[in-house]
């Protein structure tokens, strides 16, 4: 027999593919290409040429990248696939086609943060061997000269913003996995989240005070992921021990060929259906459905049900006179047989 194919994986929606490294795809958020263009924006100009600020930004995007597949690599170390790699104005995201176990996801955390620590010790190794350390107050001002040390610099912030323990942050991710090992991963996965949004709202809270809104900007991000998580987790915890057949549909309820409008409108009601098969016998003519009930009950009432045949589907009929033997509406002098349609 033929192979199937696996169905596609769903994407990150507001997203746009630009490239695929080691066979994952990397896509760009428009909200992380808005960010782009402000970066630019704001700095063009001074000390610095255009170019260098082009060489600047392209060196930070570079360093999420890499960061995340630091994840994807480490990720594939434990047979995990990474199903996209998308960027964010605050960073990446790998989505790992399952969720990591505890002493896995320790690791995996790890390791973005872990590149850009040595991508900042080999910047810094290589600055210091050429003309010595600079000042810190003299990276405030960039200039073309400056540019490795900032570069440095971002991977450095980058490699401190991305340990904090606020979920879903790489730092928050290490607490939950932590925390896992003597408990529940969704008891886990709550509490690391209500640390994070503890330290968003404090980050927003100090962004407001000292007017520096890019840090409102980033906490608010990290708040609504964390609330996301949060109740994601909430909604396992209170389906943890439910099978699948325990949401599933097993008493289905059927309709007669000659039941009224009213019968019908009592088992959508009855029920948590809301499509009846109409039987005639043991045959099966045609689908009641909930639009096609309601609009025929806005029509004529509590009538006799009939089916009309229109080759695309089975509707209910409004049979004035079809109480007194007189043919239902649309079915013209036809009357309606077992396989008709």
Known sequence: MPNEDKPKPSFISGSVGIATIFGVPVRLHFTFIVL???????????????????????????????????????????GIRTIEIVMFPIGGVSRPERQPKAREEIWIALAGPTVNLLIAIGLLAWVASRQGFVALEQLREPTDANLAERIALGNLTLWLFNLLPAYPMDGGRILRSVLALSRPEEEATRMAAAAGQALAVFMGLAGMLWGNYILVFVALFVYLGASQEGVAA????????????????????????????????????ATSQHDFPVMHGNAVIGL??????????????????????????????????????????????????????
Not at 45 to 67: D, N
Not at 314 to 339: E, S
């Open 36 to 78: 782009l263009v402000f970066l630019v924006f704001i700095g063009v100009g001074g000390q610095q040429s255009g170019a260098t600020t082009a060489l600047y930004i392209g060196a930070l995007f570079a360093s999420v990248l890499l960061h995340e597949l630091g994840h994807t690599l480490v990720a594939r170390r434990y």
């Open 234 to 269: 909430r909604g396992r915890i209170l389906t943890s021990g439910f099978p699948v057949r325990a949401a599933m549909i097993t008493d289905y309820r059927t309709l007669q060929h000659g039941d009224t409008i009213r019968d019908a409108g009592n088992l959508l009601l």
């Open 288 to 341: 009641l459905t909930r639009a096609a009930l309601v609009r025929a009950m806005m029509a004529g009432g509590a009538r006799w049900l009939r089916i009309e045949c229109h080759g695309s589907g089975v509707h209910p009929g409004i049979a004035g006179n079809a109480a007194h033997g007189g043919p239902a509406p649309g079915l013209g002098n036809r009357r309606l047989r077992p396989g008709d349609g």
